[in-house]
C-alpha cells in the first residue's frame, strides 16, 4: 500500500476523510469478506480512517490472484507531494 501513496511526504495532520479514498481491488470474491477488517486495522495504524477504505472486484482474468491498492488524494496542490519523480522511477524499477 505504501507504493500507492506517493503523497506519503505530505503531512498527514492536514488530511480531511472527504480529502481521500483507499481502494482495494482483488481477483477473490471473498476478499473484502475474509480479510476486509484485517485491512482497515492495519492502515488505521497508519492514519488512514477504516470508513474511507473501500473493496472492489478485479475483473482481468490475468489479475484474479493479485491485489491492486489504490489511493485518491484530492484539494492538495502538487507542491504538497513529494517529488513524484523520484517515486515514479522506483516504482518503475520494482515493477520491471
Request: glycine letters at 6%.
Amino acid at each position: 500500500l505504501r507504493r500507492a501513496m506517493p503523497w506519503g511526504g505530505l503531512n498527514k495532520a492536514h488530511l480531511n476523510s472527504d480529502n481521500y479514498v483507499v481502494l482495494v481491488a482483488s481477483g477473490d470474491s471473498e476478499f473484502a469478506k475474509l480479510y476486509g477488517e484485517e485491512v482497515k486495522l492495519s492502515l488505521s495504524s497508519m492514519g488512514i480512517h477504516s470508513d474511507r477504505v473501500q473493496f472492489l472486484p478485479l475483473s482481468s482474468q490475468r489479475a484474479q490472484d493479485k491485489i491492486l491498492a489504490y489511493v485518491q488524494v484530492d484539494g492538495f496542490p502538487l507542491d504538497n507531494f513529494q517529488d513524484l519523480r523520484r517515486w515514479r522511477t522506483s516504482y518503475r524499477q520494482v515493477i520491471q
